[in-house]
């Protein structure tokens, strides 16, 4: 009986050991991801915890737009400064992610409306133009003749 309550404290122990260093974020590493606006899911999807939230805000990381007509949509970008092909970005429409890729000279020889940031056109939504925006401290993107302002 006694070989029976080592064990069994002894398991209680070492889970208890395992569990906690599970959790454990170093105190530096939490002040970068506050920092940065980062979370951890959106480091490995490419925030950059070494830049400020506005730097990592540019590439859309934790930005979120909401409006439209009939049809309500939550839109989500991402734009990854390192990536092996010509997708180098992501756009999120009410949960659904597709590859995409930027243009920045969208408008080509003409001139772009005032705030223009970029242009991202994904693969798979018959080539769907989302165009984002920034100006007087306003972010939005204008998406099917709607504008979706920022809601996050």
């Known amino acids: 009986m006694n070989a029976s309550k080592l064990i069994l404290s002894s398991l209680i122990a070492a889970s208890a050991m395992l ?39 540019n590439s859309g990381f934790g930005l979120a737009f909401c409006g439209g007509g009939a049809i309500k949509r939550r839109i989500e970008y991402t734009v990854m400064e390192k990536a092996p092909d010509q997708w180098n970005a992501s756009v ?14 969208y408008f080509g020889k003409s001139k772009p409306p005032q705030g223009f940031v970029v242009a ?33």
């Open 120 to 152: 991202i056109l994904t693969e798979e939504q018959r080539g769907a133009e989302f165009l984002v925006f920034s100006h007087g401290g306003k972010r939005w993107i204008e998406f099917a003749d709607y504008q979706y302002k920022q809601c996050r």
């Open 19 to 57: 569990g906690s260093s599970a959790q454990a974020i170093d105190s530096k590493y939490r002040k970068k991801l506050e920092q940065s606006g980062c979370t951890q899911l959106s480091e490995m999807q490419g925030c950059d915890i070494n830049k400020t939230k506005d730097q990592n805000a």
């Open 92 to 105: 999120t429409v009410n949960g659904q992610t597709q590859r995409a890729m930027t243009a920045y000279s």
